[in-house]
């Protein structure tokens, strides 16, 4: 603490132009005060200046304690991850993407991809038909390229992989509710995952969605309803 004591003998001879030697404290002995000594500094430092940043002062006017980290600009939000399909969140689903229509896997579009993201992977299952805790699949796919950003209707990228669904296809299969069912709710899921799924194509849904959950970063879902 010697800078502070050395700053409290400066501040106690402003306006004296010669005084006997300050002692610091510790057996030294400081000259008198002379301005010529100091030609840049109009006004000697006060104790109040001489507190810094390392003793506990904080130079913008408040007090920083230990571990205290003076705040920069806030760096802006990330993209969330979303998920688009052809219907809005919660609304009817379009026949041509069910057994009633031409049954095709729906164009699908995602954004916000996580960092780390290795893949994207995409499931379809019906929530209104759930059996021992596990709702029907319609759908599993994996090996999506996060770059790509969208599937194309009805597509099958190349290098990926679908699993085996409840209905006993490969690939996928669209809402086919027992008619007179209340509507549905099926939902779409896109899953970001940080490495690559080490299966193949027929491999059961319930294995692919097992090993999605061991792996995924992130997930974001749109469902639609159908009836029949």
């Excluded at 501040?11 to 132009?17: D, I, P, Y």
């Excluded at 030697?21 to 510790?26: R, V």
């Excluded at 490969?170 to 970001?192: F, I, K, M, S």
């Amino acid at each position: 603490m010697e800078r502070r004591t050395v700053s409290l003998c400066l501040a106690a001879v402003v306006g004296v132009t010669a005084l006997a030697g300050c002692d610091t404290g510790d057996g030294k002995q400081l000259k008198p005060y002379d301005p010529a000594d100091y030609p840049s500094q109009t006004v000697p430092p006060s104790v109040e200046d001489s507190v810094d940043v390392a003793v506990g002062g904080d130079p913008l006017g408040g007090a920083l304690t230990a571990g205290s980290v003076v705040d920069g600009p806030e760096s802006p939000a990330s993209e969330p991850f979303t998920l688009a399909a052809p219907w809005l969140d919660g609304a009817t689903i379009d026949a041509r993407y069910t057994c009633d229509g031409e049954d095709l896997a729906p164009a699908l579009s995602w954004g916000g991809v996580p960092p780390g993201t290795a893949e994207i992977a995409i499931s379809m299952v019906d929530d209104s038909a759930v059996s021992d805790g596990q709702p029907f699949v319609h759908w599993v796919i994996g090996g999506l390229d996060p770059a790509e950003i969208a599937v194309v209707e009805g597509d099958v990228p190349a290098g990926s992989i679908q699993a085996l669904n409840f209905f006993g296809d490969v690939g996928y299969g669209g809402p086919c509710p027992p008619p007179g069912d209340e509507p549905h709710v099926y939902r779409l899921t896109a899953y970001a995952l940080n490495q690559q799924l080490e299966l193949a194509d027929g491999d059961a849904a319930t294995e692919f969605l097992a090993t999605i959950a061991t792996i995924s970063i992130a997930s974001t879902d749109v469902t639609g309803l159908y009836q029949r």
